[in-house]
C-alpha cells in the first residue's frame, strides 16, 4: 500500500490516507482504500473503520493535476471508479467515522459525506464543496449526499456559490457532528 497506512487495535481499523503533503485522490489512492475496506467488510475481527489524514489535510481533493493529463478513455474510467467508490462508502455495512484532520474541500468532504459521523478538528481549516466555481460539474449522486446532511437550500446556495465551511460553520449547518481540540 502506497497511499494509506492501516492499524487495527480493539476491533476498530484506523486508516490513514498517506499520500504527499495533501492526500490529493487519484486512482492508486481510490483504488487502495475502497480494496481496504473490501477486505474489513469481510473481516468479522473488524467492528468499524475510522479515515483520517495527516494534518493539515483530511483530504485536498480529487488530484487536479493529474487529471489534467488524462484524456477522454482515462477520465471517464477515473470518475466511474471515484462514483463507485463513494457508492461503496455509502453503502458500507459497518460502522465508518471521518476523523477531519484539516482541510476537506472538494473529494475530500465527499469522503467525510459518505461516513457515518464526522468528526473535525478545530483550526484554520476549510470543508464543503467547492466545483461548481471552478467549472466542475458535480453529480446528481454527490448532490444528493450533500443535501441529505446539509438540507437541499443550504446545500443548494452553497453547491452555487463553492461555499467552504470552517469548522464551526460546519458544524452549525450539519456538515459535521462534532468539533475536536487539535
Not at 468499524?48 to 493539515?56: D, Q, R, Y
Not at 493529474?66 to 470518475?79: G, I, M, N, P, T
Not at 449526499?145 to 456559490?161: I, N, P, Q
Amino acid at each position: 500500500m502506497n497511499t494509506i497506512k492501516v492499524s487495527v487495535k480493539d476491533r476498530l481499523a484506523t486508516i490513514t490516507f498517506s499520500r504527499g503533503k495533501s492526500n490529493a485522490l487519484n486512482g492508486e489512492l481510490i483504488t487502495e482504500l475502497d480494496d481496504m475496506l473490501k477486505n474489513i467488510s469481510a473481516d468479522d475481527n473488524i467492528g468499524g473503520v475510522i479515515l483520517t489524514g495527516t494534518a493539515p489535510f483530511f483530504s485536498a481533493g480529487l488530484d487536479l493535476v493529474e487529471l489534467y493529463e488524462y484524456d477522454e478513455v482515462q477520465a471517464k474510467a477515473f470518475w466511474k471508479l471515484f462514483l463507485n467508490f463513494t457508492a461503496n462508502l455509502v453503502a458500507f455495512k459497518k460502522p465508518l467515522i471521518a476523523a477531519i484532520s484539516g482541510h476537506s474541500p472538494a473529494g475530500g468532504c465527499v469522503i467525510a459525506l459518505a461516513c457515518d459521523y464526522r468528526i473535525m478538528a478545530e483550526g484554520q481549516f476549510i470543508i464543503g464543496l467547492n466545483e461548481v466555481p471552478v467549472g466542475i460539474i458535480v453529480p446528481n449522486s454527490i448532490f444528493q449526499l450533500y443535501s441529505f446532511w446539509l438540507g437541499k437550500a443550504e446545500a443548494t446556495r452553497s453547491l452555487l456559490t463553492g461555499k467552504l465551511y470552517n469548522p464551526e460553520e460546519a458544524l452549525k449547518v450539519g456538515l459535521i457532528d462534532e468539533l475536536v481540540k487539535k
